[in-house]
């Protein structure tokens, strides 16, 4: 019998596809990112830095802040701030892939992000501020703010949800 294939990043509804993959690929985020953070933890201490290239450096460095540091300079409130928008965020995730399961693009995307959210708020639950390792640099530019595989998988679930948008507003 042949069955016909399924294109990896389809947007068009496939039907019934369920919660689980879209979980799956949420928990392998959270791994990868949680293995990563234990790694630098234990191979650097705070402020070390190990240069790669001429442009980027493994950092471990601490954000109690959001993006790019924001809110870093707080008594401490923000870490339950944080946390308590990313429970949010994860809960809506979860309501936005049951209702669109089959959309397969944006389902991509609602995963990077729930996993990249979950990976940082267990940061937060367990440390008080996020890891960050990642320190890319530019001579002309200066240095942008370590961020980690959460915070990757984040941008990368937003560059692909703002595609799948564009895809589908061009079709209407």
Not at 21 to 46: E, M, S, Y
Not at 63 to 77: D, E, M, S
Request: aromatic content about 14%; glycine content about 8%.
């Amino acid at each position: 019998m042949a069955t016909k294939k399924k294109a990896l990043f389809s947007s068009k509804p496939t039907g019934s596809a369920g919660l689980t993959p879209w979980l799956g690929i949420a928990a392998i985020v959270i791994l990868i990112d949680q293995l990563t953070k234990i790694t630098i933890a234990k191979l650097f201490v705070f402020g070390e830095e190990k240069v790669i290239t001429s442009f980027f450096n493994l950092v471990l460095a601490y954000n109690q802040g959001a993006a790019f540091g924001f809110l870093k300079n707080q008594p401490g409130w923000q870490r339950y701030f944080f946390t308590a928008i990313a429970i949010a965020a994860v809960a809506f995730i979860v309501y936005m892939l049951r209702r669109h399961a089959g959309q397969r693009l944006f389902c991509w995307a609602l995963a990077l992000i729930m996993g990249g959210a979950i990976g940082n708020a267990i940061d937060r639950l367990l440390y008080g501020h996020v890891i960050d390792f990642l320190d890319f640099h530019l001579a002309s530019f200066g240095h942008f703010p370590a961020f980690n595989v959460a915070d990757s998988a984040i941008c990368v679930g937003a560059a692909l949800f703002i595609y799948d948008e564009l895809r589908r507003v061009n079709r209407q």
